[in-house]
Nanobody
Framework: QVQLVESGGGSVQAGGSLRLSCAASGYTYCMGWFRQAPGMERKAVARIYTSLGTTYYADSVKGRFTISRDNAKNTVYLQMNSLKPEDTAMYYC?????????????????WGQGTQVTVSS
């Protein structure tokens, strides 16, 4: 079992920045950030292979968001810049320990509790 603890959400004006953190209690093969707006399905934002550092981004956040990791702390970060009102959502950290991670939520057996990000215009 891997427990994930997220932090760093909040409210910001459009164009601002926030950094989310996700601390894992154990080994992970890859970790991802997903977001879910009210009434919408949960969608992938970014993912990272924790050993290699390889990263992937959804088209909607490319060039604005950066996912990174600190393996010594078992922590993954999501730096969000140039935030837009459409980025408003609950953001969830997810982790997988098996060597198979895609954009599908079903690839990730471990989830954090979520942290709210609100961007006002």
């Amino acid at each position: 079992q891997v427990q994930l603890v997220e932090s760093g959400g909040g409210s910001v004006q459009a164009g601002g920045s926030l950094r989310l953190s996700c601390a894992a209690s154990g080994y992970t093969y890859c970790m991802g950030w997903f977001r879910q707006a009210p009434g919408m399905e949960r969608k992938a934002v970014a993912r990272i292979y924790t050993s290699l550092g390889t990263t992937y981004y959804a088209d909607s956040v490319k060039g604005r968001f950066t996912i990174s990791r600190d393996n010594a702390k078992n922590t993954v970060y999501l730096q969000m810049n140039s935030l837009k009102p459409e980025d408003t959502a609950m953001y969830y950290c997810a982790a997988a320990t098996r060597p198979w991670c895609t954009w599908s939520t079903s690839d990730y057996p471990y989830w954090g509790q979520g942290t709210q990000v609100t961007v006002s215009s």
